[in-house]
């Protein structure tokens, strides 16, 4: 501050405003002498998905278009500049204008999280197809003999390959496919992807018992099976709207899909079947296909919800 630096040095600020300016040219011409530290500005995949999830979240919650907005702009560059023109292949790495392919679960773990995610935005059932795709493939390519716990990685660059189930600086990529596993199999009614989820859990369950600090998400997900988690399907034009509404209150026991037109409730079958109703916009709100009384009001949803939970306790 030269006003500050004035009064310390007792001399009017005038003068030392022309010493302050010619001290930092020179500093700034010895700098760029100096070789330049490296800066670290690749892109990496699976930290952008972590990004992408809470964006389009938050976007539910705030309603910030401009959230939308990134999310959407990260999305479609993840998917044109990091992936196979078949979008078969994802790469770990970007960097001016290079990708480097590693084959690590958490990319694919990743992906898979946010075309769930997004598809919980948008309601565009092709977004979800996709991410029970990758569900099956997955552990094709990451897959072990004997056990539901998935390999780290399959890249013949690394000098191992192993099953990592704990937290890290990143969550367990094998937690957060078991999560994933069982959001899917709510939302589509496919109840061997919940059973793929809790032999997951089942295979930790002794980790967790001797350090539990290390495996908040698999903990997450032990919650989603110890409590009544809800299927909810929102059938009407203004199925948008309302999921955006549910979440106004922090309800974490649900999935939610939607269909904004009749064509469009086609799939999954068993969240749409005989719920359309013209002119209406209807919220069934469900446990493992059996439901509440539909309502057009995304609060009295949550207050079946509620008291869902409060029966249960």
Same mark, same amino acid.
């Given at each position: ?46 930290? &952008? ?118 937290? &890290? ?104 079947? &005989? ?39």
């Amino acid at each position: 501050d030269i006003e500050e630096t004035a009064r310390a040095l007792h001399r009017p600020a005038d003068e030392i405003e022309p010493i302050i300016a010619r001290a930092r040219r020179r500093l700034f011409d010895a700098r760029r002498r100096r070789v330049r530290p490296a800066t670290d500005d690749k892109i990496v995949f699976s930290w &952008n998905c972590l990004a992408l999830e809470a964006l389009y979240h938050a976007y539910l919650v705030y309603e910030d278009p401009a959230l939308l907005q990134a999310a959407e702009k990260t999305f479609h560059f993840l998917a044109d500049s990091m992936m196979d023109a078949d979008r078969t292949h994802i790469y770990h790495v970007y960097r001016e204008g290079r990708r480097h392919k590693t084959n690590l679960l958490e990319d694919y773990v990743g992906w898979m999280r946010v075309l769930t995610a997004r598809y919980e935005v948008f309601f565009d059932a092709a977004d979800l197809r996709e991410a029970v795709r990758w569900a099956s493939e997955i552990p094709r390519r990451f897959g072990t003999e004997g056990s539901p716990i998935l390999l780290t990685s399959t890249g013949k660059d690394l000098p191992f390959n192993t099953a990592e189930v704990s937290d &890290n600086v990143i969550p367990s990529a094998n937690a957060r496919y078991a999560a994933a596993m069982y959001r899917l199999g709510k939302l589509t009614y496919q109840p061997e992807l919940v059973a793929r989820a809790e032999r997951m859990l089942a295979a930790v369950i002794p980790f967790i018992e001797r350090g539990p600090g290390f495996y908040a998400q698999w903990l997450s997900l032990y919650a989603d099976f110890l409590t009544p988690f809800y299927e909810v399907a929102l059938v009407g034009p203004k199925a948008r709207q309302h999921r955006i509404t549910l979440e106004k209150e922090f309800f974490p026991f649900k999935v939610c899909a939607g269909c904004l037109e009749k064509a469009q409730c086609q799939w999954p079958k068993a969240m749409f079947e &005989n719920r359309w109703v013209d002119g209406k916009t209807l919220i069934y709100s469900c446990i493992d296909g059996t439901c509440y009384a539909p309502t057009p009001s995304p609060e009295e949803a949550l207050k079946q919800m509620r008291k869902g939970l409060q029966t249960t306790k």
